[in-house]
């Protein structure tokens, strides 16, 4: 079995550059910051897949990539999940007009052809740059994050999905 994700990445230069934009946000503490190198963007979480399933995944996403053409995205503001008054997630917004989301599904669908689940959960397409260790120590998070309201990160031109191994 294979932990794995399916995921787009972002360019070198523009994880350098989130990670320098909020390198001001990274003192605070109870938060687990994502390393630059490993910022990328998770369209489906699978899970524990077989080796065996993997031939087939690659050559779904492989059809999906080829009717999809490449897309910008726009990425700014900082968020959390569920909300900021308990928060598990440290988000930057994604603005790309509906376009990941429509990748989602068709992911979703055609690996329900091959038996994997669908998602319960609705697609909400961001970037994941901290986890919440611990809440009590979160004192400042929300001013924090108001700093960033109306901010743009950069952009970055999505024309690949990657099957990636998780940990």
């Given at each position: 079995?294979?932990r794995?994700?399916?995921?787009?990445?972002?360019?070198?230069?523009?994880?350098?550059?989130?990670?320098?934009?909020?390198?001001?946000?990274?003192?605070?503490?109870?938060?687990?910051?994502?390393?630059?190198?490993?910022?990328?963007?998770?369209?489906?979480?699978?899970?524990?897949?077989?080796?065996?399933?993997?031939?087939?995944?690659?050559?779904?996403?492989?059809?999906?990539a080829?009717?999809?053409?490449?897309?910008?995205?726009?990425?700014?503001?900082i968020?959390?999940?569920?909300?900021?008054?308990?928060?598990?997630?440290?988000?930057?917004?994604?603005?790309?007009?509906?376009?990941?989301?429509?990748?989602?599904?068709?992911?979703?669908?055609?690996?329900?052809?091959?038996?994997?689940?669908?998602?319960?959960?609705s697609?909400?397409?961001?970037?994941?740059?901290?986890?919440?260790?611990?809440?009590?120590?979160?004192?400042?998070?929300?001013?924090?994050?108001?700093?960033?309201?109306?901010?743009?990160?950069?952009?970055?031109?999505?024309?690949?999905i990657?099957?990636?191994r998780?940990?």
């Amino acid at each position: 079995m294979v932990r794995s994700f399916i995921a787009v990445n972002l360019t070198k230069e523009l994880k350098t550059k989130i990670a320098n934009d909020i390198s001001c946000i990274k003192y605070l503490k109870g938060i687990k910051w994502i390393s630059p190198e490993n910022l990328h963007i998770t369209l489906k979480f699978l899970g524990d897949i077989s080796v065996e399933d993997i031939n087939g995944i690659k050559q779904i996403l492989s059809d999906i990539a080829s009717k999809t053409q490449p897309f910008e995205i726009s990425l700014n503001r900082i968020g959390c999940f569920p909300n900021i008054k308990h928060p598990n997630v440290v988000w930057i917004g994604i603005n790309d007009n509906g376009r990941l989301s429509d990748i989602f599904r068709d992911i979703d669908y055609r690996l329900s052809e091959i038996d994997i689940k669908k998602d319960d959960r609705s697609f909400s397409p961001h970037l994941t740059i901290g986890r919440i260790k611990d809440n009590i120590k979160i004192y400042n998070l929300k001013a924090e994050i108001e700093r960033f309201e109306g901010f743009t990160f950069g952009s970055n031109i999505i024309d690949t999905i990657s099957l990636m191994r998780g940990c």
